[in-house]
T-cell receptor, first 114, second 110 residues
Framework: ETGVTQSPTHLIKTRGQQVTLRCSSQSGHNTVSWYQQALGQGPQFIFQYYREEENGRGNFPPRFSGLQFPNYSSELNVNALELDDSALYLC?????????????FGPGTRLTVL | TQLLEQSPQFLSIQEGENLTVYCNSSSVFSSLQWYRQEPGEGPVLLVTVVTGGEVKKLKRLTFQFGDARKDSSLHITAAQPGDTGLYLCAGGTNDYKLSFGAGTTVTVRA
């Protein structure tokens, strides 16, 4: 069974640019959530996708957007990057019919905005 | 602002000692999850507790969910250097969203 994978591992962008991060969910999981983890803090919920539809959103501006594909993989897009967007971006998938709220995380993408 | 408050923020102990990490909230959760995270990696799930008052034991780790489902604790017996890491608690609601605490950094010295 393949776990959650994310790409790229690291990314360096400049302020104002756009970035796309990718996530492949664990086999059998139909729900993908994205989180932002700033240095020294716990992850903050960005949004969640269930069967290709956005299923909830945290307190993030519209320049953070996402997609989920028929194979349940997902993308996180961030436009007009700001310095404060520098963080570890985590993707988590939830099992179909699995334990309530159990989420499994990928290794993350480290984004640095200069 | 973190919905869940974890304490202590940092903990440094000698190998063989016991430790307890606390996770508290004013909100009720449908589940409480504990994760351990290594630097530069994603959180790894340790346990999910869903019933108020539930106690789960995994080898040297004991997890407890409060009766009111607002708080939880993680106790490690005879800590080892391999237990070093950032311990995160996360509260789940029925819509699958997780609210995380800021984490407790545990260092076990050999």
């Amino acid at each position: 069974e393949t776990g959650v994978t994310q790409s790229p591992t690291h990314l360096i962008k400049t302020r104002g640019q756009q970035v796309t991060l990718r996530c492949s969910s664990q086999s059998g999981h139909n729900t993908v959530s994205w989180y932002q983890q700033a240095l020294g803090q716990g992850p903050q919920f960005i949004f969640q996708y269930y069967r290709e539809e956005e299923n909830g959103r945290g307190n993030f501006p519209p320049r953070f957007s996402g997609l989920q594909f028929p194979n349940y993989s997902s993308e996180l897009n961030v436009n007009a990057l700001e310095l404060d967007d520098s963080a570890l971006y985590l993707c988590a998938s939830s099992p179909q019919g699995g334990g309530r709220d159990t989420q499994y995380f990928g290794p993350g993408t480290r984004l640095t905005v200069l | 602002t973190q919905l869940l408050e974890q304490s202590p923020q940092f903990l440094s102990i000698q190998e063989g000692e016991n430790l307890t990490v606390y996770c508290n909230s004013s909100s009720v959760f449908s589940s409480l999850q504990w994760y351990r995270q290594e630097p530069g990696e994603g959180p790894v799930l340790l346990v999910t507790v869903v019933t108020g008052g539930e106690v789960k034991k995994l080898k040297r780790l004991t997890f407890q969910f409060g009766d009111a489902r607002k708080d939880s604790s993680l106790h490690i017996t005879a800590a080892q250097p391999g237990d070093t890491g950032l311990y995160l608690c996360a509260g789940g609601t029925n819509d699958y969203k997780l609210s995380f605490g800021a984490g407790t950094t545990v260092t076990v010295r050999a």
